[in-house]
């Protein structure tokens, strides 16, 4: 390959690059509860998903030790545990754009 093209390519990529560091990532998190499913011991189990601009970057689901009495706990459990996981991902976004924004990109991709 060329080096004028490889030069277009990583003057493309960094361009995208920049444009999405400059808008705000958006983060969704999707929690489910399923109480009482197991007939055995009636444990909860809970999971969640956060997804980045649609792509998945944190899961969890597990099967929790105690028993819950009703759906309405189990929900807010699952929402406890899909809560401390959202505040921990905001403050890493949070330090990422910082990085970026402090021109970290600038020292990383110094054209030739």
Known sequence: MPSSACSNIC???LITSLSLAST???LLSYANANWASNV???KLILGYVFT???GAISWSSKKQTTVTLSSTKAKYITGAH???KAV???QLLAEMQQVVNNGALELVYTPT
């Open 11 to 13: 003057e493309q990529h």
């Open 24 to 26: 705000t990532p958006t």
């Open 40 to 42: 055995n011991d009636h």
């Open 52 to 54: 980045l601009e649609g």
């Open 82 to 84: 899909a809560a401390k």
């Open 88 to 90: 921990w991902l905001r």
